[in-house]
């Protein structure tokens, strides 16, 4: 008996000692004083990390295994020390990348699925934890010192970049709650036709534009049939996956004048992945992949002319962190709708990824396309 005890004592100090000489290279001590450290409130959670990977770290979180007073500082040291290189693959994990390669996850019917999972948890949430016009998407933060000044920073960037004048007709695939076609309409005088697959946002988008040259149609990209002077696309290509980017440039070129300027808003990724992070695909966006510079450049060569590639994806750890502060003073009005597990699941969403683009992991794009080249060149705004 007693030598049983020992070695369940001897494998559990085991895991420990793994974990704790992978998180020593990142500067950060088990139970340590420092905001970056972690506290351990059952050892367990070594096991479960060590063996699930990322998708273990985020669930133990969910579940009240571990705590850190400074989230985005702890994943940053994380990423800097490139320890997410470090854990053992995990079996599941190689599965799903695998089924990846061989099935398209973001088929029309399955486009649908992050729409209903994540877009649709609801208004309220998104209302009191965004700016006034709702973009959840990276904010520019040139010359801003507020939330709400760094996303109308980046609306008015986007509609310079797309030479936006009266009349024109732009099509905002992707356009959420509405936030950047109201923009456009009211201060650019565009005729907009905005695209959603979430129910939800294509409502409150409805009323958001209400008395402007607007509409909200609740469609898949995929079947869009139109021409248009100009087409922006923000924070939606993250939802296409792989498969799917030739089909989605053939849409816009399709649905483009050969005149006309095409705006491509994504989060990018350093190199070449099928998947997302194992949590974020599980919890918060569900089927999505973060694009790469040679997946984006291979399925638009040959039916756009690259005019302009702008990273500024520092500003998206400003912009997550600036909605962590607004999440967490609207908690006492969200608590009787969302549980505490739900709190510890965004809490440690909006964190790690903000350590992410801190720590240069992840990157924000923002492309201009002309399906000929602009004659003369273009000078884009900055």
Not at 108 to 127: A, M
Not at 187 to 211: D, F, H, N, P
Request: hydrophobic content about 35%; some cysteine.
């Amino acid at each position: 008996m007693s030598t049983c005890v020992d070695e369940t004592k001897s494998k559990v100090s085991n895991w420990q000692r793994i974990a704790e000489s992978l998180l020593s290279q990142a500067g950060i001590e088990i139970n340590g004083s420092r905001p970056f450290d972690i506290q351990v409130h059952n050892t367990d959670f070594f096991k479960r990390v060590l063996q699930k990977g990322s998708l273990g770290l985020g669930e133990s979180y969910m579940d009240g295994w571990w705590d850190c007073e400074r989230l985005d500082l702890f994943f940053y040291k994380v990423l800097q020390a490139k320890l997410d290189t470090k854990l053992p693959n995990n079996l599941t994990d190689i599965m799903k990348v695998a089924m990846a390669r061989l099935r398209n996850l973001q088929t029309q019917k399955r486009s649908w699925i992050v729409g209903e999972e994540h877009y649709d948890l609801g208004n309220d949430l998104f209302t009191l934890m965004l700016d006034p016009y709702m973009q959840y998407s990276c904010g520019y933060w040139n010359e801003a010192t507020t939330l709400e000044q760094a996303q109308i920073n980046k609306l008015d960037l986007i509609c310079r970049k797309l030479q936006i004048e009266p009349g024109m007709r732009l099509l905002d695939i992707g356009c959420g709650w509405g936030g950047l076609s109201a923009y456009a309409a009211r201060y650019y005088g565009a005729s907009v036709t905005g695209v959603t697959i979430s129910k939800e946002q294509q409502k409150l988008a409805q009323e958001r534009c209400s008395g402007l040259d607007v509409n909200i149609i609740l469609q898949d990209y995929r079947e869009l049939n139109d021409k248009f002077d100009r087409i922006v696309s923000v924070g939606m290509f993250e939802h296409v996956g792989p498969k799917n980017y030739s089909t989605y440039f053939d849409v816009a070129r399709k649905n483009i004048k050969d005149d006309g300027l095409f705006l491509l808003h994504t989060i990018g990724s350093n190199k070449n992945k099928v998947n997302v992070d194992s949590w974020i695909g599980k919890y918060i966006f569900p089927n999505g992949v973060l694009p790469s510079i040679e997946n984006i450049g291979q399925s638009s060569e040959g039916k756009f002319v690259m005019e302009d590639w702008h990273n500024f994806g520092s500003d998206y750890d400003k912009t997550l962190m600036a909605w962590y502060q607004r999440f967490l003073d609207s908690w006492p009005e969200l608590s009787d709708n969302y549980t505490p597990r739900f709190k510890r699941m965004f809490t440690y969403y909006l964190n790690s990824c903000a350590g992410a683009f801190r720590a240069r992991d992840i990157q924000l794009w923002q492309i201009l396309w002309s399906p000929k080249g602009a004659k003369g060149g273009i000078r884009v705004p900055r």
